[in-house]
């Protein structure tokens, strides 16, 4: 099968080419030779932190004098096109929660937690997690009940988070903590530190997925941070993040046309080989018609991607197109998931097959980073419908 | 030191070739390229030796405008300076290729001169050696280690061969072709790959370098091997035996 979204490689430029290219490389030589035994082990070395910061794959989209990689969006993408061919998007999602957890801090625009935080984050030497996510605040953040109160110079910190990616072996999270009462102007970040008393990781969550990635719930116990730790003014958290999701929600989306042009190439390259009444399954019409389809739909939600991530890359702030980009690939890469898995049949239901594991895997996109649901209410009111 | 080594762009292994209905190649559309991975082998030598001793590595590589491409990410990987002699595919055969760099290596007097030791395209493993016999230049191929000797006057080499390694000794200027056990080729970080954007390729013609362009290998056909047949399963070794002696013929 020719790749169907070779015609949109003419939109990439020879430095994304390059990287997507190394990223792959990577992804193959790296990752995809251990990808079973971490994703059943439901854990990668922290090792592999500083093996991709070394080979430059960690910090890409963020500044070069801060420790990153410089690029954009759009360089982002490359990596996360690449990173697919390790076979697991759990690994993807561990080494890329400081994808996450970095940018609210870089918008404190503190040079102290550049330097405590964001260097040695962006060089693989400390893990960093984002806890927004509670018990009984989800979708909706301004739900959001743990507290930080002021006392002296310090903060203490009380109350739990849930489902925090790279939340067990985090050297540091950036909570989401409410200081005031205001609903959404209330909020503030923190950066609570590992070894704080009364910071403790109260379960390693067993998932449908993104197994090799750990997820956490964290518990908070009147834990005390020193204001120094505060990023940004009291009550700057909600604006702060109302931005950096809109990167969060895009390399979801990334990660959605990835794992479906993955699927359908392991789908197509099956079809060919397996036989089935005498001939291989590509010879059945329904078949064909069912690859046809989904090659359709990738080359759609890639299209989507590259043209909205275009757009951002050049510093456009588009709310609305980035919702329904995410939503978009996550319904394209959950359906693909289906289909591939049919078309593999039992072979496709077996836990060493890559298959198996990205159709589990892609089951997440229409849920983290803000559910379709949300993604749908945030399209309605941006354009005003 | 300095150093010259090569890079080429090839059809990604990994990818499944289609012939051209005529036979007459391979079917270019659709189809992915890569750097030959013996060349990233090459290069990152030639790049940690440069480290260590100082001096300059100079990639070149022999190709249509597109090599441009994987010769950027040999200088993003590290490489001082690109030379990319222009030509076709269909145009070349290993001899001219090795002509033609022993040419380029005469202009540039490296002391060493390092390549892969055959690309996974057409797997041919002539180059390095062809080259190394018109220049006159002692050769270590299938290099496993290197270690420059003699106060960078020349080098040790660790061969890969059938039962084991050989070490050679070889004065400079010597050619080495690279194994896969040399090295773990680095990966080029994004802000070197933009500096390796802007990055100047020389390019040259084999008229330049005075190359004579007649071809030793003409290609009459490509064909795909056949198809592996189904194995068979044997009762016991009196089955194996009888088999092997009845219907294999082979003893
Ligand atoms: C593997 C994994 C990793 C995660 N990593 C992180 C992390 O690192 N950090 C972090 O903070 N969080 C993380 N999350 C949490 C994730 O962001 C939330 O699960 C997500 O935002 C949804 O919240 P919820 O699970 O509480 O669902 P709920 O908000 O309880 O929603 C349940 C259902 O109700 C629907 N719904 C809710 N409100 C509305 C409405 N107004 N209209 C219509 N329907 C509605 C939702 O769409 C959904 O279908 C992770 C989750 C998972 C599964």
């Excluded at chain 1, 949109?8 to 290219?21: C, F, G, M, N």
């Excluded at chain 1, 229409?366 to 649901?373: A, H, K, L, N, S």
Aim: charged share 25%.
């Amino acid at each position: 099968m020719k790749r169907p979204t070779a015609f949109l490689d003419v939109q990439l430029d020879a430095t994304e080419l390059a990287l997507r290219q190394n990223a792959r490389r990577f992804a193959e030589t790296v990752i995809a030779p251990n990808a079973h035994e971490w994703e059943e082990a439901e854990y990668f070395p922290d090792s592999l932190f500083r093996t991709a910061a070394k080979a430059g794959l960690l910090g890409v989209g963020f500044p070069e004098h801060l420790g990153g990689q410089g690029g954009t969006v759009m360089h982002q993408m490359m990596v996360t096109e690449g990173f697919i061919h390790g076979g697991t998007t759990g690994v993807m999602a561990g080494l890329g929660s400081l994808g996450i957890a970095l940018p609210p801090i870089l918008a404190g625009g503190s040079d102290d937690h550049v330097s405590r935080f964001i260097r040695p984050t962006l060089a693989g030497e400390t893990i960093a997690a984002l806890a927004i996510t509670e018990p009984g605040a989800g979708s909706d953040v301004a739900g959001v009940r743990t507290r930080a109160v002021k006392d002296g110079t310090d903060y203490r910190i009380s109350g739990s988070k849930l489902f925090i990616t790279s939340g067990c072996r985090a050297d540091f999270v950036t909570v989401l903590c409410r200081t005031s009462d205001d609903p959404h102007g209330g909020l503030t970040f923190f950066v609570v530190e590992k070894g704080m008393a009364g910071f403790s990781v109260s379960k390693h969550l067993q998932k449908t997925g993104w197994r090799a990635s750990d997820t956490a719930e964290l518990a908070f116990d009147e834990v005390r941070v020193p204001e120094r730790n505060r990023v940004g003014a009291p009550g700057s958290a909600f604006l702060t993040l109302m931005k950096t999701f809109q990167a969060e929600r895009l390399a979801l989306a990334a990660m959605g046309h990835a794992s479906a042009e993955f699927l359908l190439e392991a789908a197509a390259a099956y079809a060919r080989e397996r036989k089935a009444f005498g001939k291989v399954l590509t010879g059945h019409q329904v078949i064909r018609h069912r690859l046809a389809e989904m090659a359709t739909q990738v080359a759609a939600a890639k299209a989507m991607n590259y043209a909205v991530g275009r757009r951002v890359a050049l510093g456009d702030y588009l709310v609305a197109e980035v919702s329904m980009a995410k939503n978009f690939a996550s319904d394209v890469a959950t359906r693909i998931a289906y289909d591939a898995v049919q078309i593999l049949g039992g072979m496709g239901y077996m836990r060493e097959s890559a298959v198996e594991r990205i159709a589990r895997d892609v089951r997440l996109l229409p849920i983290g980073g803000g559910t379709t649901e949300i993604m749908n209410e945030i399209i309605g009111k941006t354009l005003g419908i | 030191m300095k150093i010259l080594v090569t890079t080429k762009r090839v059809t990604d292994p990994g990818t499944k070739i289609k012939l051209k209905a005529d036979g007459s190649g391979i079917a270019a559309d659709g189809v992915e390229f890569k750097p030959n991975p013996f060349c990233e082998n090459a290069i990152e030598a030639a790049i940690s030796l440069r480290d260590q001793h100082g001096g300059e590595v100079i990639v070149v590589s022999i190709g249509p405008d597109e090599a441009d491409q994987t010769i950027r990410s040999a200088v993003a990987m590290g490489c001082n300076r690109a030379i990319r002699i222009d030509g076709n595919d269909g145009g070349l055969d290993g001899d001219l290729v090795a002509r033609a760099l022993a040419k380029l290596a005469e202009s540039e007097q490296p002391d060493v001169f390092i390549l892969g030791k055959q690309a996974v395209d057409g797997d041919s493993n002539q180059v390095g050696q062809l080259m190394a016999e018109y220049l006159g230049w002692p050769q270590a191929t299938f290099a496993s280690a290197i270690t420059v000797t003699n106060g960078g006057k020349s080098a040790q080499v660790a061969r890969e061969v059938d039962g084991g390694i050989e070490t050679v000794e070889v004065d400079f200027p010597a050619v080495i072709t690279a194994d896969l056990r040399l090295n773990e080729p680095r990966f080029a970080s994004l802000p070197n790959i933009m500096k390796a954007k802007r990055t100047a390729i020389e390019v040259k013609t084999l008229a330049d370098l005075g190359v004579e362009t007649t071809l030793k290998v003409r290609t009459t056909r490509f064909e795909a091997p056949p198809g592996r047949q189904a194995g068979k399963k044997v009762a016991d070794v009196a089955d194996l035996v009888q088999k092997l002696r009845n219907e294999a013929k082979v003893l």
